[in-house]
């Protein structure tokens, strides 16, 4: 009964590859988010959605594109990969669309790896 | 430009003892503070917090500490427990609305 899940949860593939991570969550939260874990340990936002729609687009690579069948799903698809993108990568999900007084509940993250 | 900041990488502390974690922001918008835990291979879990109208909040054995003068908060752990050894972060909201802005984690050990 996991909350926010998150496939895969190890991802290895080589530079210039393209590949997706699927999120989905059962909270019946309407804002969904995606963030990375640098290397220097920091949670930073890419993306939010509420209810499908994007709210929230910080500057991250064209590569980057989000993609929101429903507002249970907020898939992470990447192109064209650097080893610069080599991190973990956390889905998210919360009932409120601002952040004041908002709880954001995440996955379990997903490690990729560029070699 | 790290707005979050939590100067201490890591901290050890002995069972039962007091565990007291800091964070510093440097945006006086902030008005909305959180601390999330984090065990490896997981996701963070909210833990508590605190809006910028309250100077203290507790829930258990854990208690936030505002102090808005000083663009300080701090996590308070009593009785410490060696469960509670994970990686903490500070989080804080405000100004430009929906973003929440994260510290880079303080690594806790509780030491049985």
């Known amino acids: 009964d996991t909350a926010v899940s998150q496939t895969p949860k190890y991802l290895v593939t080589q530079m210039g590859n393209d590949k997706s991570i699927k999120c989905e969550q059962n909270l019946g939260h309407d804002t969904m988010y995606w963030y990375k874990q640098d290397s220097k340990k920091f949670l930073k936002i890419m993306f939010s959605y509420n209810n499908k729609e994007l709210i929230i687009n910080e500057t991250v690579p064209n590569r980057f594109s989000p993609k929101s069948p429903d507002k249970a799903h907020l898939n992470l698809h990447i192109n064209s990969l650097e080893l610069g993108d080599s991190a973990v990568y956390f889905c998210?999900?919360?009932?409120?669309?601002?952040?004041?007084?908002?709880?954001?509940?995440f996955g379990e993250g997903s490690w990729l790896t560029v070699v | 430009d790290q707005q979050v900041k939590q100067n201490s990488p890591s901290l050890s502390v002995q069972e039962g003892r007091i565990s007291i974690l800091n964070c510093d922001y440097t945006?006086?918008?902030?008005?909305?503070f959180l601390w999330y835990k984090k065990y490896p291979a997981e996701g963070p879990t909210f833990l508590i917090s605190?809006?910028?109208?309250?100077d203290k909040n507790e829930d258990g054995r854990f208690t936030v500490f505002l102090n808005k003068s000083a663009k300080h908060l701090s996590l308070h752990i009593v009785p410490s427990q060696p469960g509670d050894s994970a990686v903490y972060f500070c989080a804080a909201s405000g100004g430009d609305g929906n973003k929440l802005v994260f510290g880079a984690g303080t690594i806790l050990r509780v030491k049985s």
């Open positions: 605190i809006s910028s109208i309250k």
């Open positions: 945006n006086s918008m902030f008005d909305y």
């Open positions: 998210a999900s919360s009932q409120l669309s601002t952040a004041y007084g908002n709880t954001i509940y």
